[in-house]
């Protein structure tokens, strides 16, 4: 019985491997942080973003790492590894997600739909030029994550602070919404930095070192708490519960890294790490 138990569990892992390697995890995550976000607002979002978005974000992380595989062999983490080994079929599904984003931009007028695309799309060209075509020198002088969670975070609040008549409240959110995704980042940096100084892969908390980069994560994550609870605090009703979830989120990567050591295994981090962002969807299905 153990055994058979054993056996299913490292199948269920290996699944989830999958998805993992394909980034699936992280495209959920923004789809789950999407969801409750029209009933918190009381706005609505254009269809078409439901499924633009996801294909969208799967499209970037996929080319953000099927670029790191091209520009550095000496990577060696498990994504990287399985699109390195099936990096024509990725390439392939790149382009068919771009044109499909593409064609979804054609085929639906929504002005807030077609600002919300035009905006991400400049952010994300820029990140690439930023990231992989640039002198190598250059990216010393920009910090890659922080670069992320704010593409991170606008992908999920312009399109509802583009039909927002009181800015205060959509302005909080997004700024929490932003600080737990550059957290998420910080740490995971932290977490990988010597393992991105084998492989030559350049990360900013390498240029400010481990400790005060631990040190910034710290107070990040107590900014994000506290802003958190006073969020909870000053809100009502769906307001409140996503504030009280961004919170539970923070709380979340604290622990995370707190208990690094014992997570190293299979990158049980980042796959928690990306769980996490899975919880704004219980909003919506409680609601």
Same mark, same amino acid.
């Given at each position: ?109 929504? &002005? ?17 030029? &930023? ?86 994560? +710290? ?41 690094? +050591? ?25 609601a």
């Amino acid at each position: 019985m153990f055994e058979k138990t054993h056996a299913n569990v490292n199948k269920l892992l290996q699944y989830y491997q999958i998805i993992s390697n394909l980034s699936l995890d992280v495209v959920l995550g923004v789809y789950c942080g999407l969801l409750p976000l029209p009933l918190c607002f009381g706005v609505p979002i254009p269809l078409a973003w439901y499924v633009a978005l996801p294909a969208g974000t799967w499209a970037i992380y996929l080319a953000d790492h099927w670029l790191d595989m091209r520009q550095n062999a000496a990577l060696n983490q498990p994504r990287h590894v399985f699109i390195k080994q099936y990096q024509t079929e990725i390439a392939v599904l790149i382009l068919l997600l771009v044109g499909f984003c593409a064609y979804t931009l054609v085929s639906f007028l929504h &002005l807030t739909f077609w600002i919300t695309a035009m905006v991400l799309a400049s952010c994300s060209l820029l990140y690439f030029v &930023l990231s992989h075509l640039l002198v190598r020198s250059f990216q010393y002088y920009y910090n890659k994550e922080l670069v992320v969670a704010c593409i991170y975070a606008t992908a999920l609040y312009l399109p509802i602070g583009l039909q927002q008549n009181q800015w205060l409240p959509w302005v909080a959110y997004f700024a929490l919404q932003l600080l737990l995704a550059y957290v998420n980042l910080l740490m995971v940096s932290i977490i990988e930095m010597p393992a991105d100084y084998r492989s030559k892969q350049f990360s900013w908390v390498q240029l400010i070192g481990a400790k005060r980069a631990t040190r910034f994560f +710290h107070v990040l994550t107590i900014v994000a708490l506290v802003s958190a609870v006073a969020l909870a605090a000053t809100n009502s009703f769906a307001l409140q519960q996503l504030a009280l979830v961004y919170g539970v989120m923070a709380l979340l990567h604290w622990i995370v890294f707190r208990y690094q +050591h014992a997570l190293q295994a299979n990158e049980s981090y980042r796959k928690l790490c990306e769980l996490i962002f899975w919880l704004p969807a219980i909003i919506w299905l409680l609601a």
